[in-house]
């Protein structure tokens, strides 16, 4: 089993920056993946940002050229969110695929949200 720890949600207004970061911990061989989904309200839980282990990067459309992901060590994943909007508003889901041994499949993994509320 593994577990993923988010910080850094928070208040702020548009145009402004936050940092969300995301550490698993547990049983894991290997991280294959590691992302931020986010929920707005009213909404379908969306992909944000996704890394791989060999440092390739995905974003959705919404947050391209905003947004940058990054893997501060083998385990964490940080989200860099620049000129936030008001749309940007939503609870962000740190995910995880991961290998609790080498020969294991990999199963997913959830954060259990980071409120985002940005202003107008």
């Known amino acids: 089993q593994a577990q993923l720890v988010e910080s850094g949600g928070g208040l702020v207004q548009a145009g402004g920056s936050l940092r969300l970061s995301c550490t698993a911990s547990?049983?894991?061989?290997?991280?294959?993946?590691m992302g931020w989904y986010r929920q707005g309200p009213g909404k379908q839980r969306e992909l944000a940002a996704i890394?791989?282990?060999?440092?390739?990067t995905n974003y959705a459309d919404s947050v391209k050229g905003r947004f940058t992901i990054s893997r501060d060590n083998a385990n964490t994943v940080s989200l860099q969110m620049n000129s936030l909007k008001p749309e940007d508003t939503a609870v962000y889901y740190c995910?995880?695929?991961?290998?609790?041994?080498?020969?294991?499949?990999?199963?997913?993994?959830w954060g259990q949200g980071t409120q985002v509320t940005v202003s107008s």
């Open positions: 547990g049983s894991i061989a290997r991280i294959n993946f």
């Open positions: 890394i791989t282990s060999g440092g390739s």
């Open positions: 995910n995880a695929v991961v290998q609790s041994g080498i020969y294991n499949s990999p199963r997913t993994y």
